[in-house]
């Protein structure tokens, strides 16, 4: 009996330990971007997650949308702030039509920049 106590004891804490240490990663990975690139993560995460992967892991939730650390492979990230402007009309047919301001679209290149993968 003592020996199971002292089992889920220690499971508790090494989950607890575990789940400390996930959210001062997370913390990090925030602490880590500008004001700029966290903005632009967070239009990212409101505006485009609920079909697209927003970060530098993850499925997209829409099986036709493109993971937004992969973007830079499909089109130039020089010239997205200027489209994100005129109006983005999606690759995947169920995306609607978005127009960015110019510090939002700023914002969220400088955000996907920081994504981008090998």
């Known amino acids: 009996m003592v020996e199971a106590l002292m089992s889920n004891a ?9 789940a400390l240490f996930a959210s001062v990663l997370v913390s990090f990975e925030a602490e880590a971007l500008t004001p700029l690139q966290q903005r632009g993560q967070v239009l990212a995460r409101g505006m485009c997650g609920g079909c697209h992967a927003t970060g530098k892991t993850g499925e997209s939730p829409h099986i036709s949308a493109p993971h937004f650390r ?4 499909q089109l130039d990230l020089d010239k997205f702030t200027r489209r994100l402007r005129e109006g983005l009309l999606g690759t995947h047919r169920d995306m609607p039509m978005f127009r960015f301001s110019r510090d939002d679209a700023d914002a969220l290149v400088a955000y996907l920049r920081t994504i981008q993968g090998p």
């Open 70 to 73: 992969e973007l830079d492979r």
């Open 10 to 18: 220690r499971t508790i804490a090494i989950t607890a330990a575990l």
